[in-house]
């Protein structure tokens, strides 16, 4: 009988170098310069294996809204998913069990020693980071503890937001108000997360070392937009789960 062919995710992931770029992008979205120092190989090179990431579907581009000739590299970590139970499948039906993390597969339970704690920002905290911190909370109930902020917070969440969170997951933040940055200045978070480009630029220290990541998704403009981002961020959310509910990755 005929062998199958390769599968195209194993022909893509095995390469070290994208293998490596797989990784880095799974935690964050970063830039090509900031890939380059993460992996210590030259930048042509770099640029050559995201190109392939890219026409494979496993990572996208998208400008960044703080400097236009910038863009941040994402990966699709839903469509990972799909290629290793693909994967595992092409080898043999039984290897192709429901992944960790995936939205067929239980979330661990096992709680940390503490509750990580969880910051999320955008400039104006209206929505992006709103939107996250209800999210998380909600998906969690209460074994994470989320907080959000901003750089120049707005002077009320956006009412798409509201009405998103409300229409969509039954989360109640009407009577939420964004907060400045300097509100939480000196508070220890295990994570820092920046939710829009400019934000990350003027990000403050925080004491501790918390684990810092970017996800780069702009703001949104209209009501359907903000349900792509919730749906974005929900996504971003599912896939950081089993990182935060796992004692193993929660300094102390």
């Excluded at 880095?24 to 990431?53: C, I």
């Excluded at 978070?189 to 998704?217: A, M, N, T």
Aim: net charge positive; hydrophobic share 40%; proline share 10%.
């Amino acid at each position: 009988m005929a062998s199958s062919p390769t599968p195209a995710f194993l022909r893509l992931a095995a390469h070290p170098l994208r293998w490596r770029l797989l990784s880095e992008l799974a935690a964050s979205d970063y830039r090509v310069r900031e890939l380059v120092d993460l992996v210590g190989e030259p930048q042509n090179l770099v640029s050559y294996h995201l190109r392939l990431l890219r026409d494979g579907g496993l990572v996208s581009a998208r400008r960044s809204t703080h400097d236009a000739r910038d863009s941040y590299y994402h990966l699709d970590l839903a469509r990972c998913a799909d290629a290793l139970a693909a994967t595992a499948n092409a080898l043999h039906p039984a290897l192709a069990p429901p992944l960790p993390g995936s939205p067929s597969a239980p979330l661990p339970v096992s709680p940390p020693a503490r509750p990580p704690r969880v910051l999320f920002a955008c400039t104006g905290n209206s929505a992006r980071s709103p939107i996250a911190e209800a999210l998380l909370r909600h998906r969690t109930g209460g074994r994470v503890e989320a907080v959000s902020a901003g750089s120049r917070p707005r002077s009320r969440l956006h009412p798409e937001a509201v009405a998103v969170l409300s229409e969509r997951y039954g989360i109640d933040v009407g009577d939420r108000r964004p907060r400045h940055l300097d509100t939480v200045a000196g508070h220890r978070f295990d994570y820092v997360i920046s939710l829009c480009d400019k934000v990350r630029e003027v990000f403050p220290d925080f004491p501790g070392q918390p684990r810092r990541l970017h996800w780069s998704i702009p703001e949104p403009a209209t009501g359907a937009g903000f349900v792509r981002t919730a749906q974005e961020i929900e996504a971003r959310v599912h896939y950081l789960l089993p990182i935060l509910t796992s004692s193993q990755e929660v300094p102390s």
